[in-house]
């Protein structure tokens, strides 16, 4: 069964930090790009980073660039969020995909969905 499992959520002051998880079981992670996706509440679903199937192309939202850290661990079949000087704007329900290949520019190129993490930032 194909899985994708996001860790690591949480409740964070402003300025604080979070590691995202995204945990790949059932498929060979190697082969898929990974994208990071947010949804705040009334809002729609925004990518906010993606990283390659070899970890050496990545890209980043504007609104998380010199914030945020894409990268992946194959052998561990995970990849991670890093994210730091977090703003109350980042509160959102986090989301990994799984693009086979390059990292797609649309969620709907993305074939499979994990369920998501909260993340709260807030004092």
């Known amino acids: 069964q194909l899985r994708l499992v996001e860790s690591g959520g949480g409740l964070v002051q402003p300025g604080g930090s979070l590691r995202l998880s995204c945990a790949a079981s059932?498929?060979?992670?190697?082969?898929?790009?990974i994208g990071w996706f947010r949804q705040a509440p009334g809002k729609e679903r925004e990518g906010v980073s993606c990283i390659s199937p070899s970890g050496g192309i990545t890209n980043y939202a504007d609104s998380v660039k010199g914030r945020f850290t894409i990268s992946r661990d194959n052998a561990k079949a995970t990849v991670y969020l890093q994210m730091n000087s977090l703003k109350p704007e980042d509160t959102a329900v986090y989301y990994c995909a799984a693009d086979i290949g390059a990292c797609g520019s649309n969620p709907l190129d993305f074939g499979f969905w994990g369920q998501g993490t909260r993340v709260a930032v807030s004092s």
């Open positions: 059932g498929f060979t992670l190697n082969y898929y790009a």
